[in-house]
């Protein structure tokens, strides 16, 4: 049962049990004080047990808690049994926990969920909760709580909070530009920034500064103005207007294999380069992952890292 729970969140039960105060102890391990909260949460629902009694603005130590702490010196042997004591009713076999996870729609629904079967069958407890949407969206979730990390696209998004973040390079895909076979004026042949650029484009802001970063890696220059005739967040729709021949649009390349390989859209590749885009792992920097969290990072660390 003991290596069920991480022994950091016994750490932190100690210091606190020592200062009984959370902002002390928050300054211990140069940490915010609600992270230690939730540590201390998270160390509660994990045993099955309350720990602290929480007056007003102080805290004072459960009879449960002042159990667990006159046996946290004692041999770890007689700590596990403490513990398992805590938790009977709980499966000592698997971990368990529930991890909430944002990341882009098409990359959540197509690759996380997938993987999350076969992580799950490891480990049956574990549970995921998963929001879904574009960065500036699910860096909301993120300020207000409601995940506790995310794969997102890289980019300008987090310039005002990135002293806050803890940012990594995660998975990697390739982006590129394309159109339908039918839309009049396109050609897979085009090379010139002229020729591609008075295309109708469609684009993720109205200011096409995603297809800008296509154009400025491919010619070193992005064109001075461009009226995109459909804006969406939601690269699902923009792939429906390319099937519709409303537009050109930049596209990671394994949303539209089938269509390429089929010859239904043309891919323009006015250079053959390959233009990639890395998907980040965001987290706060003074986050306390749970070990449900480490598995499921540790998994996803595990994967390939060019998305195909």
């Known amino acids: 049962m003991l290596n069920q729970i991480d022994l950091n969140l016994l750490v932190i039960f100690e210091k606190i049990a020592g200062t009984l105060s ?17 540590a201390m949460a998270k160390l509660e629902n994990a045993i099955g047990t309350q720990l602290f009694i929480r007056e007003h603005k102080k805290i004072i130590l459960s009879p449960a808690g002042i159990d667990l702490l006159s046996r946290i010196n004692q041999p770890l042997a007689h700590l596990q049994n403490q513990i398992e004591d805590f938790s009977k009713e709980r499966n000592s076999k698997s971990y368990s926990g529930t991890i909430a996870i944002g990341c882009p729609s098409e990359f959540g629904s197509r690759f996380v969920i997938k993987w999350f079967s076969k992580f799950q069958k490891k480990y049956p407890d574990i549970k995921i909760k998963m929001r879904l949407g574009s960065p500036n969206t699910l860096l909301a979730y993120l300020a207000k709580g409601e995940v506790d990390f995310l794969i997102a696209d890289d980019g300008p998004y987090y310039k005002e909070v990135a002293k806050k973040l803890s940012i ?7 982006l590129i530009v394309c159109a339908s076979q039918k839309m009049e004026g396109v050609s897979s042949r085009m090379k010139s920034f002229e ?56 596209i990671p390349k394994y949303l539209v ?38 598995l499921f990072l540790d998994m996803l660390e595990g994967k390939q890292k060019v998305i195909e």
């Open 22 to 38: 959370v902002k002390q102890t928050a300054a211990v391990f140069n940490v915010t004080p609600s992270a230690i909260s939730q």
């Open 168 to 174: 990594k390079e995660l998975f990697y895909e390739e």
């Open 195 to 250: 020729a591609i650029s008075t295309l109708p484009h469609l684009d993720y802001a109205m200011d096409c500064s995603a297809i800008g970063i296509w154009y400025k890696y491919h010619f070193n220059k992005a064109p001075k103005k461009l009226n995109p005739v459909l804006v969406s967040e939601n690269v699902r729709a923009l792939i429906l207007g390319i099937q519709n021949g409303v537009g050109i649009a930049m």
């Open 257 to 294: 294999k089938k269509q390429l390989e089929s010859g239904e859209f043309i891919q323009i590749s006015p250079t053959a380069n390959k233009l990639m885009n890395a998907l980040l792992l965001i987290q706060h920097n003074d986050k306390i992952p749970t070990t449900a969290e480490k």
